[in-house]
């Protein structure tokens, strides 16, 4: 009798969970208590996968061997808990895509900087000529290229919502970049966050790397209390480390003992400033340098990066003011590297859903950098209580356009808009991705 294989979410990783799930041979069914795009509907009929959208049928759903479940669902949603009471097993799409690859898998997480960090280090992989996939968060779902075209390599983007239904998959080489407050409204405490993105170690070995940073004081800390069993490779910018990485004021530099290789590049040659992206960096230099790619494809990666839409992406310069779409922070640490990199004076734009934000790690870099704060969102009064008397004026909007027009009005000459909300965006657009669109759209019409 063939497995039952029930799947939550139909989305790009469920619809390729359910691909995969059905070369294996699987009874499956698709259930989304959403809207399923029609692209996803018409994949899924195609294959002869048997779908809803709109509700659940628990009695579809409960009679499952095993349920594979989309990040984007909350333990606490109503079908997750009732098949918790049943005893049904369920994992992530990236756990079940795991079982069925021999590829060398590259797992990044972090708070902030794992979307830059995975495109970068497949942009270096690809440069060399290896066989990588781009998974997760960013690329198409692992499982569906497991099922149509499996790769050597995979670069995983992990959020702390896949890792959570991870158990079994060994992560080759397993990335940390940082750890701050976020997503306290679905953990029951800090801690809880913290030991999720500890998750990405689980089952390594000591053929393993771990990549991490210590500068990243939760990381350092739960480090300490909780050693793991593969090679650690520290990255800093506030001691050396070898073997890891580490910077200076001009460059930064890796160097790996087995076998021994070196690498360093200097900071002016990045395509991609500031503090943040110099972490970025390291770490997939570390990884490219452990898979013994060639220093020569490594920087020539570095320089020809391009990084995201709606990361610090750079819109553009009216009457000499440059605006800055930093949509996809979504987090105050986000907004902190963001505003760090900023060398002109700032009319910021922020405001959105606040995740339970803790607001004082960013006065410091307001004070010195922001002169007006536009807020744009249905409930500012955080913001306001926050950033009011740091600086010259704050004024609320409720739309991207207003929000860029009221920054064009009180915007002088050699000034920058930034866009870098510290919050999610659901209270007035789809997503972060909408608010970005909505805001360049607004300053091209300027």
């Given at each position: 009798?063939?497995?039952?294989?029930?799947?939550?979410?139909?989305?790009?990783?469920?619809?390729?969970?359910?691909?995969?799930?059905?070369?294996?041979?699987?009874?499956?069914?698709?259930?989304?208590?959403?809207?399923?795009?029609?692209?996803?509907?018409?994949?899924?009929?195609?294959?002869?996968?048997?779908?809803?959208?709109?509700?659940?049928?628990?009695?579809?759903?409960?009679?499952?061997?095993?349920?594979?479940?989309?990040?984007?669902?909350?333990?606490?949603?109503e079908v997750v808990k009732r098949a918790s009471d049943k005893g049904i097993p369920m994992i992530s799409e990236i756990e079940f895509a795991a079982r069925h690859t021999k590829a060398t898998l590259i797992g990044i997480t972090g708070t902030n900087g794992k979307t830059t960090t995975t495109l970068l280090t497949h942009?270096?992989?690809?440069?060399?000529?290896?066989?990588?996939?781009?998974?997760?968060?960013?690329?198409?779902?692992?499982?569906?290229?497991?099922?149509?075209?499996?790769?050597?390599?995979?670069?995983?983007?992990?959020?702390?919502?896949?890792?959570?239904?991870?158990?079994?998959?060994?992560?080759?080489?397993?990335?940390?970049?940082?750890?701050?407050?976020?997503h306290l409204d679905r953990y029951p405490s800090y801690e809880d966050y913290i030991a999720s993105k500890f998750r990405i170690t689980q089952n390594q070995t000591a053929e393993d790397s771990f990549i991490y940073c210590p500068d990243s004081e939760p990381v350092a800390d739960y480090l300490s209390q909780h050693p793991v069993a593969s090679r650690l490779l520290p990255f800093s910018l506030?001691?050396?480390?070898?073997?890891?990485?580490?910077?200076?004021?001009?460059?930064?530099?890796?160097?790996?003992?087995?076998?021994?290789?070196?690498?360093s590049m200097d900071l002016n040659q990045l395509t991609i400033g500031g503090r943040h992206n110099t972490y970025n960096s390291m770490a997939a230099s570390i990884i490219a340098n452990s898979l013994m790619i060639r220093n020569e494809v490594i920087r020539e990666s570095l320089m020809d990066f391009k990084n995201i839409e709606h990361r610090l992406e750079y819109v553009a310069t009216v009457k000499g003011v440059d605006y800055i779409n930093d949509s996809k922070a979504t987090n105050v640490n986000s907004t902190w590297y963001a505003l760090e990199s900023m060398k002109k004076s700032v009319i910021w734009i922020a405001g959105g859903v606040d995740k339970g934000n803790e607001y004082e790690a960013l006065v410091p870099l307001v004070k010195d950098k922001v002169r007006i704060l536009v807020c744009l969102g249905k409930n500012n009064i955080r913001l306001h209580q926050a950033f009011a008397k740091h600086v010259d004026m704050v004024i609320n909007t409720q739309s991207a356009d207003e929000a860029v027009r009221i920054a064009n009005e009180f915007a002088n000459r050699d000034e920058v808009v930034l866009l870098s909300p510290a919050c999610a965006s659901f209270d007035l657009f789809d997503n972060y991705e909408d608010r970005g669109r909505q805001f360049k759209v607004a300053v091209r019409s300027l």
């Open positions: 009798m063939a497995r039952r294989t029930v799947i939550l979410g139909a989305g790009e990783s469920g619809s390729g969970a359910a691909i995969l799930a059905k070369k294996l041979g699987d009874e499956v069914f698709v259930s989304d208590a959403g809207n399923i795009k029609e692209k996803y509907k018409e994949e899924l009929g195609n294959a002869s996968i048997e779908f809803e959208s709109g509700r659940h049928s628990y009695d579809k759903i409960l009679n499952a061997d095993e349920v594979i479940i989309s990040p984007g669902i909350p333990p606490t949603a942009h270096i992989l690809t440069k060399a000529g290896l066989d990588a996939g781009l998974a997760g968060n960013v690329g198409k779902s692992m499982a569906r290229q497991v099922a149509e075209n499996d790769r050597e390599y995979y670069v995983i983007e992990l959020s702390s919502f896949q890792l959570d239904g991870m158990f079994n998959t060994r992560l080759h080489y397993a990335v940390l970049l940082n750890i701050t407050p976020d506030e001691r050396q480390c070898s073997p890891g990485g580490w910077a200076d004021d001009k460059a930064f530099y890796i160097t790996l003992d087995k076998p021994e290789t070196k690498f």
